[in-house]
């Protein structure tokens, strides 16, 4: 029946944004990913699939929402989770830190998806007063996965580029 709306869903291939200027930062670690969108009189459909466009078998999702004025979420890094943050609705900033290399990533579309592998500080700002943010995680929560503390994770940063 997804014919009848033409959904090119066999050829859609997962792509790089490269209007966005994170290329001095884009690596394996980090990258913008393109959702499939189709649009027809019914409304829209977002699609995401493993291997496709999330390249890490999903083990647990949340929703940030409701969020304060001025708060910020995250504020840590990760030993060995992958995440794909999307904003689904409204947008925020995501300030990303490979330990030697700032950026930050505006997200507000929903068919896009900020990639962030393993050893990258992230904080997530600027909320608009309506903005969902869903996080696709590729484990279970672990609190042995987390650098909680910014000294500790630059320290290690340091060590493995050595």
């Given at each position: 029946m997804l014919s009848k709306y033409n959904?090119?869903?066999?050829?859609?291939?997962?792509?790089?944004?490269?209007?966005?200027?994170i290329k001095t930062m884009e690596s394996k670690n980090i990258k913008l990913i393109e959702f499939l969108r189709v649009r027809d009189d019914r409304g829209q459909l977002t699609i995401a699939?493993?291997?496709?466009?999330?390249?890490f078998e999903i083990r647990r999702i949340y929703l940030v929402?409701?969020?304060?004025?001025?708060?910020?979420?995250?504020?840590?890094?990760?030993k060995t989770?992958?995440?794909?943050?999307?904003?689904?609705?409204?947008?925020?900033?995501?300030?990303?830190?490979?330990?030697s290399v700032k950026?930050?990533?505006h997200l507000?579309?929903?068919?896009?998806?900020?990639?962030?592998?393993?050893?990258?500080?992230?904080?997530?700002?600027?909320?608009s007063n309506d903005a969902m943010c869903l996080v696709?995680?590729?484990?279970?929560?672990?609190?042995?996965d987390y650098y909680s503390d910014y000294d500790e994770f630059i320290n290690d940063v340091n060590k493995s580029s050595k």
């Open positions: 959904l090119d869903y066999k050829n859609h291939k997962k792509r790089l944004i490269t209007s966005f200027n699939e493993y291997n496709d466009h999330i390249p929402s409701d969020t304060v004025k001025g708060a910020a979420r995250g504020d840590h890094a990760n989770l992958q995440q794909v943050i999307i904003a689904i609705k409204g947008s925020f900033d995501v300030h990303l830190d490979d330990g950026r930050i990533v507000d579309s929903s068919n896009v998806g900020l990639y962030i592998g393993s050893k990258i500080w992230r904080r997530l700002t600027s909320f696709l995680a590729s484990s279970n929560y672990d609190n042995t």
